[in-house]
């Protein structure tokens, strides 16, 4: 598919992110643009065509519309804005006063999401994706590889939705809507692999990352993950359980991490201890 063309200057910077930045179009509010770094091409494509089908399902998520290249040769995706959005890290952070309320509303899209049952022939197993990831990965030695990988195969299998990169600043509300951002590593498997990253995120960041990231302390993060982790696995399981239960999953994240940093994360390969030892 080739990309249209566009010119930035149509365009205001909003956000950024890890692979590139968000802008606004300065006429027309329906329209927002997602562009990628120098260099990217495929990546934007692939997240496209992925997008389509997400949104195609009915998972509430921004409509996705053209793939295009800015003058300067970077590429993007054109989606549809939505108005007065804003994600559950920033309101959290802005009102940490409604941290419960945030976290409930967060557990229960998680919990949607993970019950949507998916067309296995049109996405990724999160397994394979895996797989994928620890081959290409130059950080881990062949037998920290080798015990990864039989970890990753022990996981029980599910043919329900995972976001892939499940933070709570990929989930944005409004008055009456809610909606997942961000889904270029959407995939489908157990929900284990999701919450990983909801934990990675909150808890095993450092405080200036979650400040610059989340817009809140990491006391806030905390406490953010203590509220949503009753919500989503019940109250009848222990923190201390559902913890021990996420952490090699939230290490495992560490594949994703490194593939985008291009640099080795030993902050988050603490989480990996008790399957590498």
């Known amino acids: 598919m080739e ?3 566009i010119s930035l200057d149509d365009y205001v910077l909003s956000g950024g992110g890890a692979n590139g930045e968000s802008y606004d ?3 027309d509010p329906t329209i927002m643009l997602k562009l990628y770094f120098p260099g990217k091409v495929q990546q934007p494509l692939d997240e496209m065509l992925l997008a389509r089908k997400v949104y195609d399902m009915g998972i509430p998520t921004p409509e996705p519309g053209e793939y295009v290249v800015t ?13 007065g959005k804003v994600s559950y890290s920033r309101a959290t952070g802005d009102h940490p006063e409604n941290l419960q309320q945030y976290a409930k509303e967060f557990a229960e899209m ?17 397994k394979d994706r ?16 080798d015990k990864l ?13 995972i976001h892939g990169d499940l933070q709570y600043s990929n989930v944005v509300f409004t008055d009456s809507q809610r909606y997942f951002i961000d889904l270029g590593d959407f995939c489908y498997g157990n929900p284990l692999f999701d919450l ?37 696995f019940g109250h009848d399981r222990s923190l201390k359980d559902i913890e021990e239960e996420i952490l090699p999953f939230a290490g495992l994240k560490t594949l994703i991490i490194e593939r985008d940093t291009n640099c080795p994360m030993p902050q988050f390969r603490v989480a990996l201890k008790g399957i590498l030892q």
């Not at 990988?149 to 939705?161: C, E, G, K, L, N």
């Not at 990231?213 to 406490?223: C, G, I, Q």
Request: charged content about 25%.
């Open 3 to 5: 990309a249209i063309k």
């Open 25 to 27: 179009h300065k006429t």
């Open 71 to 83: 003058e300067d040769g970077r590429y993007g995706i054109l989606f549809h804005r939505i108005p």
């Open 110 to 126: 998680c919990l949607q999401l993970h019950a949507t049952h998916v067309d296995t022939t049109q996405f990724e197993n999160v």
């Open 130 to 145: 895996y797989h994928r990831l620890l081959a290409e990965n130059p950080y881990f030695t062949a037998d920290e590889k």
């Open 149 to 161: 990988s039989r970890f990753i195969d022990s996981v029980p299998d599910a043919d329900t939705a």
């Open 196 to 232: 990983g990253m909801v934990y990675l995120s909150s808890n095993l960041s450092e405080e200036s990352f979650i400040k610059d990231t989340f817009h809140m302390d990491k006391a806030t993060s905390v406490r953010f993950w203590q509220a949503f982790a009753p919500a989503y």
